[in-house]
Each structure stands twice: as C-alpha cells, then as structure tokens.
C-alpha cells in the first residue's frame, strides 16, 4: 500500500484520467474529492464490499432450490 502524506488542496492523480484532491480535514475526518471520468465507477469501500458479496452469493446455486422450481414448472405444448 502507498501512504502519501497530502494537505487541504493537494491531491494525487492516479492514471491519466483520475485526480483525488483534499477538500477538507475536520475533527479527524478527511473529505476528498474525485475527478474522474463517468465511465469510472467509483464506490465507498463498505459498498463495494457489500457489492461484491452479494454478488457472491448470487453466483451460488443451491441445488435444492432449483429442482423445486423445476418441479413447478409447466411444460410447454408442442404445436
């Protein structure tokens, strides 16, 4: 992990297209701002967090489950 050590107006560039800059510092909390393009998405790292496990438990399939939805479906009539 890189530490930099910034002050209030001061920023770093990551890439060719992402600027942080240090918008305020309070009560120890450090307010950023982000120029990047819209394209980027960019998250809180509680939320990303949370994106990527539900993500997670979406991708595993309990078989159990899907042999109950199979029962209960209708199968089609040929024409």
Same mark, same amino acid.
């Not at 450090?30 to 790292?45: E, L």
């Given at each position: 992990? %890189? @530490? %930099?050590?910034?002050? *209030? $107006?001061?920023?770093? #560039?990551? $890439? &060719?297209? #992402?600027?942080?800059? @240090? #918008?305020?510092?309070? $009560?120890? /909390? @450090?307010? *950023?701002?982000?120029? =990047?393009?819209?394209?980027? !998405? *960019?998250y809180r790292q509680e939320i990303y967090n949370?994106? @990527?496990?539900? +993500?997670?438990? =979406?991708?595993?399939? +309990?078989? /159990? &489950?899907? &042999?109950s939805i199979s029962d209960n479906l209708t199968?089609? !009539?040929? !024409?």
């Amino acid at each position: 992990m %890189l @530490v %930099l050590t910034r002050k *209030i $107006g001061e920023g770093i #560039v990551i $890439g &060719d297209d #992402v600027t942080i800059t @240090v #918008v305020e510092t309070k $009560g120890g /909390n @450090v307010r *950023i701002g982000i120029d =990047a393009p819209q394209s980027k !998405k *960019i998250y809180r790292q509680e939320i990303y967090n949370r994106i @990527v496990e539900e +993500n997670r438990g =979406a991708s595993h399939w +309990n078989m /159990n &489950d899907l &042999d109950s939805i199979s029962d209960n479906l209708t199968p089609r !009539k040929k !024409k």
